[in-house]
């Protein structure tokens, strides 16, 4: 319909002369406008935007683990106190790692020959755990029976331990062992300012108790 629309509008123009200026366009040969690309920049997302649904969970609380430490040792000193001018150091000749209870040494003492000593009491004043704690033996204001002819003016101390799973001399004392008798020694030596400290090895023939003194306290 255009196209005949169009020609009598171009007879209309001959006739009277006018000019074609009116002439509609045909459709098809418009030009196809080109299609521009979409410039705007994409919408900023803030850094402070919470993004909860993309962050990782918080990290677990870790509890802080409270390190207990053991009380000090109180040395009760009786009225009827002796002369100490000695202290010594012993082992039980026990294999590394395993318990005993002061009982059960004081038993290794008293019981008659052959089963034991047969003596009246646990020879040790002290006796030190595997796992640091000291334990009372004999009365410290009783000489005790741990080194031949030097027992009337000392104390005696002993660590658990001494020797390997083959029962050779070894120094087996546990880290709370050690904090022990440091702890020990320097109470005893408060109160007894005057005493020297010496391994067993330095007065008998023995390797007790299996450490050096001299050189490691």
């Known amino acids: 319909m255009r196209a005949i629309k169009n020609f009598f509008i171009q007879r209309w123009n001959a006739i009277f002369g006018r000019s074609n200026s009116t002439i509609e366009p045909n459709p098809a040969a418009r030009?196809?406008?080109?299609r521009v690309a979409n410039t705007t920049p994409p919408k900023r997302v803030?850094?402070?935007?919470?993004?909860?649904d993309t962050l990782p969970p918080p990290p677990k609380k870790v509890e802080k683990t409270e390190v207990v430490e053991k009380p000090p040792i109180q040395i009760q000193i009786p009225p009827n106190m002796r002369t100490i001018n000695r202290i010594f150091i012993h082992s039980t000749a026990t294999p590394e790692g395993r318990h005993?209870?002061?009982?059960?040494?004081?038993?290794?003492?008293?019981?008659?020959?052959?089963?034991?000593n047969g003596w009246r009491d646990i020879g040790y004043h002290y006796v030190i755990y595997l796992d640091g704690s000291i334990h009372t033996g004999r009365d410290i204001s009783v000489a005790g029976a741990h080194v031949v002819n030097h027992n009337t003016g000392s104390i005696g101390i002993a660590y658990v331990g001494g020797t390997d799973a083959s029962g050779r001399p070894k120094d087996t004392r546990t880290p709370e062992q050690r904090a022990a008798l440091n702890a020990l020694l320097s109470e005893l030596q408060n109160e007894f300012p005057n005493a020297t400290i010496h391994g067993h090895n330095e007065f008998a023939a023995t390797a007790c108790p299996s450490f050096n003194v001299q050189t490691e306290l």
């Not at 030009?31 to 080109?34: N, V």
């Not at 803030?46 to 909860?52: G, K, L």
């Not at 005993?100 to 034991?116: A, K, S, Y």
């Open 31 to 34: 030009q196809t406008q080109p």
């Open 46 to 52: 803030s850094s402070h935007q919470p993004e909860s």
């Open 100 to 116: 005993h209870t002061i009982d059960e040494i004081r038993r290794w003492h008293t019981l008659p020959p052959p089963q034991g």
